[in-house]
């Protein structure tokens, strides 16, 4: 490569040789204004000293290679604490000095909207991102007061389960969409809808690992069958990575022996399965959002706060 002259004309193939990534990315480069190419016919020619260019200085390499560790946040009944778990565990985890990026992948928005951001003035969200692999989705993610990265989601993103059914590997976009993204974070937390849709399997197949929050109520296990058996079939199938952090009891309330009750059999029936921690019932978790906030801002002393911290160390760890 240094050998060869600057002026030198590369394809985008060979530059993507020489720099050891996808052609995509080269042309991703390119069309982001990285790399300075000539569009000839259907491809461009690239000065070798432009690719030099690139690489000299050497590129900045962290000291530690390290990547974010993905959690998809997942259960496919409404209402369980999907959304208030990844919002609060994500602040939790900022709180223990890690850089967070939550990820919305459910077009209520609800995480967007708890963080923060103005979700019906967004022009562009993970929506687009999805749809379009040559999106550079840095300039997607907002900021958030609490300290966390948001990649948001708005309601358009409903008709991604149905566009995404012509495109190829569609269970995997968001998985490539996400890999742009893991050197920049330690922990990335997706928010899945509630079903086992598209989505939620493009969570699946994105993570290292699954929480699946369930309420210490009446009913609250009966899907819990069909959700593990789903996850099987992502592991046999699309991601043999894709491990179980656990069931994470939510909504707990300890005054009712139903609730005591239903937390001895779920410990019982999936033994190693069930985080210690547990996160108790409070309207707290109904104000804190309303108010833009996580628990761990509105209340720091609070029980739940202290749950999602202690949560977070085991998840940090794991
Ligand atoms: N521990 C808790 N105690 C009391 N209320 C809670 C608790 N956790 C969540 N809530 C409230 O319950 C409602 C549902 O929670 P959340 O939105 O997190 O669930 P979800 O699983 O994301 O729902 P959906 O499936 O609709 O996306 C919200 O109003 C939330 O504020
Ligand atoms: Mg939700």
Redesign the pocket.
């Known amino acids: 490569m240094r050998t060869m002259a600057a002026d030198t004309l590369l394809s985008t193939q060979q530059v993507a040789e020489q720099l050891g990534v996808e052609k995509k990315t080269v042309l991703r480069y390119l069309h982001s204004g990285k790399l300075k190419g000539t569009r000839i016919g259907r491809d461009y020619r690239i000065a070798a000293g432009a690719v030099s260019a690139l690489l000299d200085p050497p590129r900045q390499v962290p000291v530690a290679e390290r990547t974010a560790i993905v959690t998809a946040v997942v ?1 496919q ?9 990844v919002f609060n565990l994500g602040v939790a985890l900022h709180l223990l000095g890690r850089r967070v990026l939550l990820v919305d992948l ?1 077009p ?1 928005a ?1 995480l967007s909207a708890s963080a923060g951001i103005p979700v019906a003035h967004l022009t562009i969200s993970i929506y687009q991102a999805l749809l379009d692999d040559t999106l550079d989705p840095i300039p997607i993610i907002r900021q958030t007061p609490s300290g966390v990265d948001v990649l948001p989601a708005t309601l358009d993103l409903a008709a991604a389960e149905v566009e995404l059914v012509n495109v190829t590997l569609r269970e995997l976009v968001l998985k490539d969409l996400l890999a742009k993204l893991l050197p920049r974070y330690d922990h990335i937390l997706i ?1 899945c ?2 079903s086992l849709g598209l989505l939620t399997i493009n969570a699946l197949a994105a993570a290292d690992r699954v929480i699946i ?1 369930l309420p210490c109520e009446f009913l609250a296990t009966r899907g819990l069958n069909l959700l593990l058996r789903t996850l099987e079939k992502v592991q046999a199938r699309l991601n043999r990575d894709l491990k179980m952090a656990g069931i994470l009891p ?2 707990f309330d300890g005054r009712t022996t139903n609730a005591n009750e239903i937390l001895q059999e779920l410990r019982a029936s999936f033994p190693g399965q069930v985080f210690d921690v547990i ?5 707290r ?2 104000e804190s ?1 309303a108010a833009g906030l996580s628990i761990l801002e509105y209340d720091r002393g609070h029980d ?1 706060s202290r749950s999602y911290l202690q949560l977070a160390q085991e998840v940090d760890h794991a």
């Open positions: 259960n009944k409404g209402g369980v604490g999907k959304t208030t778990t459910d209520q609800a928010d809808p509630p929050p939510t909504m996160i108790k019932q409070t309207v978790l109904k959002p739940v």
